[in-house]
């Protein structure tokens, strides 16, 4: 089992559609969660960064993140074509050690116009 | 500021050779990382390097190496390469302070191995 588990979709939503990404993780020692977006024959994009249980909002994206449950999410209001992406989710274990990421294996998403 | 850089952007290499990969941080981050992305095994880490020092290693072949300079800039080197070795090869840096360790990504090099 993967310690870091998301759904590969491919996901197509139609524009202004609100989009929900979710990874799930079983490593209870991950405090760091982050979500990138990498679009085609790109590096990753840092989108989200929290540390903490709760909900981070930054303009059209929200990130989620339930430690209890081990859940993480990403929710995209008001979704644009230019959103078309893979999304990928990443953890890490402590900032006062080494900066380790583990990452889901992405979600394609299409908006469509 | 300018973000993080990777030189070349392109690499074809044959099978036995080795290849050098280079990146440079954005300016007054102390930390690089290094990740192999394949469209099998997704990201994978290989190893992180802080003021000088490897400071953590992932689950790679000792034919994977690195280094790291004064100035933060960092080399990643692949000796005998083999067919499985053709990935992005993706470099991150970080400032590393406080709770600040957000990772940012270059744009990676591609390296096809023939």
């Known amino acids: 089992q993967k310690e870091v588990e998301q759904d590969p979709g491919p996901l197509s939503v139609p524009e202004g559609a609100i989009v929900s990404l979710n990874c799930t993780y079983s490593?209870?020692?991950?405090?760091?969660f982050m979500w990138y977006r990498q679009y085609s024959r790109k590096g990753p994009e840092l989108l989200m960064y929290t540390y903490s249980s709760g909900n981070k909002e930054d303009g059209r994206f929200t990130a989620q993140v339930d430690k209890s449950s081990k859940y993480i999410s990403l929710f995209i209001r008001d979704s644009q074509p230019s959103d078309s992406a893979t999304y990928l989710c990443?953890?890490?274990?402590?900032?006062?050690?080494?900066?380790?990421?583990?990452f889901g294996s992405g979600t394609q998403l299409t908006v469509l116009p | 500021k300018a973000g993080v850089t990777q030189t070349p952007r392109y690499l074809i290499k044959t099978r036995g050779q080795q290849v050098t990969l280079s990146c440079s941080p954005i300016?007054?981050?102390?930390?690089v990382s290094w990740y192999q992305q394949t469209p099998g095994q997704g990201l994978q880490f290989l190893f992180e390097y802080f003021s000088e020092t490897q400071r953590n290693k992932g689950n790679f072949p000792g034919r994977f190496s690195g280094r790291q300079f004064s100035n933060s800039r960092s080399e990643m080197n692949v000796s005998t390469l083999e067919l499985g070795d053709s990935a992005l090869y993706l470099c991150?840096?970080?400032?590393?302070?406080?709770?600040?360790?957000?990772?940012?990504f270059g744009p990676g090099t591609r390296l096809t191995v023939l």
């Open positions: 990443a953890m890490s274990v402590s900032s006062g050690s080494a900066r380790q990421l583990t």
């Open positions: 991150a840096s970080s400032l590393v302070q406080g709770q600040r360790n957000e990772q940012f």
């Open positions: 490593n209870s020692a991950f405090q760091y």
């Open positions: 300016s007054g981050h102390r930390s």
